[in-house]
Structure formats: structure tokens, C-alpha cells
């Protein structure tokens, strides 16, 4: 195992580029007040930019039409884009999509390929990736829409909800029961379903970040299918293989949140850190104050310390797959997320009522970072995987292996010869 912790000057230069950019051409949309349409027209010579930089779709291989940089390097890409919300978008590795053309590209027939994931990829179609139900939790065997396969047509019938993108996308990515009879964790598939066939019901959800449903780049739904008809060949991957493909899909995607989350917090620091050096209050600056001064020290080494545990798990899934990264990709996806919360929680507190409106964007991060402990498995999901795979390490001992009398006669009984050569010479 070696360890490294430089990037290569090409690469560097290509994230420094990327961090101006996402500072002087995609910040100042954020304070433009635009509808999804608006924002997608002043993005499009943006994307173009990004293409020309050679960091377009980075989440692919080259073979695909993106950059095979790997998931460290696409890590470290997604901290500069996550302070941000708009710069996945303009990056072409935004939720859902960038999942959904990895699952297109693992699954896919070379005819989906062609008419589902190649636009998708060149950002002229949007996808949504339908598999939540409401009632269920975090428990997807419990899920109840289905589909069944009438002459050459999937028949498919259920609801949905919290669909990302839902009422915007071109097509859905559905998970429902095909195969009743199955052992659970392989009684349903996944279809591609077109927006445009009949039967499909979307109603926008208000979210506790966007009540009114008006954000730019994100919009989430319940859905309902009924007797929504499309052909057999819309299978995605094999019958009764939805459950394998969503954890391949969802694996990898943890990856990119928890280093989003990394650059929000580190946006959510600059502000506190530059409030704090600003203000003066009761004869000093709030930067004089132990209590802000505890603050920035715990908010600094908590953001390094997430940062390092998903770099290197980003690393392990490089190194050894997904699949033998399961433990580390938990694991960061609750530490990370308490790490937000807590950041931005404190750069709020030291702006005061300042922090509480929308006059800073600390408001609206705090509200969308109270979902991170949700979306993607609750934390404590997570906690409890993480919890298991670590004890099955262990085994049960009725005297513990570190029991100081127990070591002391082992140890004695070890060494007695020497001990005893040693009296005999005094």
C-alpha cells in the first residue's frame, strides 16, 4: 500500500481552473432569481467552456464520452463544485443524471445507449431515477409498484415518491416488482420509461429548502404510473436485477455527495471566518471570543478530517472496487453529513440575524443540508451497516484478550527461562 497525497500539475492546474470558474461564471447566477428554462439557456455556452477544458461528464470513461479520471480525482472535483448547488449542472455530473448514465452504461444495451445515455451525457435529455415509495423507509423490499410483462409491453402500475427531477425529465429509470415469487432482493427490475407515454401523474413536491418549488436545477415529485405501457426492450440490465444495479448506482454516488457536502462546508467556513475578523463586540472581535475561536478550530479539523476519510475511500473504490469500499462508503456518508450540518450551523450563529435570512445563502444551505442525513439511506442505516461489518471482526471471549492477569501469567510462562536466568546472575 503506498500513500500519496499530491496531484499530478496537470490535473492541479485543471482544479484551479475549475474553482475560478466556478467562482466569477457561476455564482453570480445563483442571486439571478431564474426559473429551471432561464437557467438552463445561460448555462449552455458555460457547459460548452467546461467541454473545451477537458472536464465534461468527469463520473465516465473516456469510452463513454467522459474523462476516466477515476473516483479520487472526480472527488476532488466535486469539492470545488459543491459550493455551488448550480455547478454540477454546468459540469454535466449532476444528480440524477450522472447516475443514471452510470447504470445506462453498466446495464445498458448498445440501442439504450444510443438513445438514452449519449444525450444524456451531451446534457440534451434529463432523467429521473424513480424508486422510493413513500411508507417504506429505508427498506426497498417493502416496495409495492409493479410491472408486468403483457405480449411485448411492460404493463407497470404504482406510485413513487421523492423523484428527483421528475416533472422535468425526458425519461424515468423505475425499479418495480417483476418477479413476485422471488427471494426479496430479487423480485424487481428496472425499466426505462419515456415521460411522454400515457399514464404517467407527477405533482411537485415543497421541499423545507424550496416550499414553492422553484429551484433551478432540482425539483422532486411523487409520481404515479398507471397502466403506463413501454416495450419489453426498456428492461434495464436483467429481470429481477434492480436491487444489484441500485447498489452499484448508489455506491459511487455517496462518493460525489460527500464531497460536495466538503465544499459546501468549506463556503459555510469562509463566511464565518470572515465574520468573525469583521465584528466587534463587547470591546473586542468576535474573533478574540474563545467560544468563535473553539468554533473555527472544531469546524477546521472536522471538515479535514471528513475530507481525508472520503479521499481515501474514493482511493479504496479506485483500488479495489465498490463492493470492498461498502464499510468506508457508509461510514462517510453519516460522518460527513453531521460535519455539514454542524459547519454551517455555526457560521448562521456567528452572523446572528444576519445568518437567519435570505440576505446570505447560510439559510438555504442549512435547510438542504437537513436532508443529507436522509436521502441516500437515513444515517442510521449506515451506522448500523457499518456497526455490523465492523463486529464481525470479533469473536466473544469470556476472559477479554486484554485481561492484565491473564497476559501477566501467559507472559511469565513465556519468559520463564530467561526471568529465571536473569535472578540466577544476580
Keep these: 500500500m503506498t500513500w500519496d497525497f499530491s496531484t499530478e500539475p496537470e490535473f492541479a492546474a485543471k ?30 455556452p458555460l457547459q460548452q467552456r467546461v467541454k473545451e477544458h477537458g472536464l465534461w461528464a468527469a463520473h465516465l470513461g473516456p469510452e463513454l464520452g467522459g474523462q ?49 445515455m449519449h444525450p444524456l451525457l451531451d446534457g440534451t435529455l434529463l432523467s429521473a431515477f424513480s ?80 416550499p414553492e418549488h422553484r429551484n433551478p436545477v432540482w425539483s422532486h415529485c411523487e409520481v404515479g404510473y398507471h397502466d403506463v405501457r413501454v416495450p419489453a426492450e426498456n428492461l434495464l440490465g436483467g429481470r429481477g436485477e434492480a436491487f444489484a444495479l441500485a ?59 471528513a475530507r481525508l476519510l472520503t479521499l481515501r475511500t474514493a482511493w479504496k473504490i479506485d483500488q479495489v472496487g465498490a463492493k470492498e469500499a461498502r464499510t468506508d462508503i457508509a461510514m462517510i456518508k453519516y460522518h460527513g453529513a453531521t460535519v455539514l450540518h454542524d459547519v454551517i450551523d455555526r457560521a448562521i450563529q456567528v452572523h446572528g440575524s444576519l445568518g437567519f435570512s435570505t440576505d446570505l445563502p447560510l439559510e438555504q444551505m442549512y435547510r438542504w443540508a437537513r436532508a443529507a ?9 449506515h451506522r448500523v451497516t457499518v456497526a455490523k461489518r465492523l463486529l464481525k471482526k470479533y469473536s466473544a471471549r469470556t476472559v477479554p484478550t486484554e485481561h492484565v492477569p491473564t497476559r501477566r501469567a501467559a507472559a511469565l510462562e513465556r519468559f520463564r527461562g530467561q526471568l529465571d536466568l536473569a535472578l540466577a546472575a544476580q
Excluded at 466535486?78 to 450522472?98: K, N
Aim: with cysteine.
Design 131 to 210: 424508486m422510493t415509495e413513500q411508507g417504506t423507509g429505508s427498506d426497498p423490499r417493502q416496495f409495492t409498484t409493479s410491472a408486468r410483462l403483457d405480449g411485448d409491453e411492460w404493463v407497470l402500475n404504482g406510485r413513487k415518491w421523492f423523484v428527483g427531477n421528475a416533472s422535468r425529465a425526458d425519461f424515468h429509470i423505475v425499479m418495480a416488482v417483476t418477479e413476485p415469487d422471488a427471494p426479496p432482493h430479487h423480485r424487481m427490475s428496472m425499466l426505462i420509461v419515456p415521460t411522454g407515454v400515457a399514464g404517467i401523474e407527477t405533482r411537485e413536491l415543497g421541499l423545507m429548502n424550496d
Design 247 to 305: 447498489q452499484k448506482r448508489l455506491g459511487p454516488g455517496r462518493i460525489h455527495h460527500c464531497m460536495r457536502w466538503i465544499g459546501v462546508c468549506r463556503r459555510a467556513f469562509d463566511m464565518l471566518c470572515e465574520r468573525a475578523v469583521s465584528i466587534d463586540v463587547h470591546g473586542s472581535l468576535l474573533s478574540e471570543k474563545q467560544t468563535v475561536q473553539n468554533w473555527v478550530a472544531d469546524s477546521a479539523a472536522a471538515i479535514e478530517s
Design 68 to 116: 476516466g479520471y477515476g473516483q479520487l480525482k472526480l472527488g476532488l472535483l466535486h469539492e470545488i463544485l459543491g459550493t455551488s448547488e448550480l455547478a454540477p449542472y454546468v459540469f454535466g455530473c449532476q444528480a440524477p443524471d450522472s447516475g443514471n448514465a452510470e447504470l445506462l452504461a453498466l446495464a445498458g444495451t448498445d440501442e439504450q445507449r444510443a438513445r438514452w
Design 15 to 44: 482544479l484551479d481552473w475549475a474553482r475560478d470558474f466556478v467562482r466569477e461564471e457561476i455564482y453570480p447566477l445563483e442571486v439571478l432569481d431564474l426559473d429551471h428554462a432561464g437557467f438552463r439557456r445561460l448555462a449552455a
Design 373 to 381: 442525513r436522509i436521502y441516500d439511506g437515513p444515517d442510521e442505516v
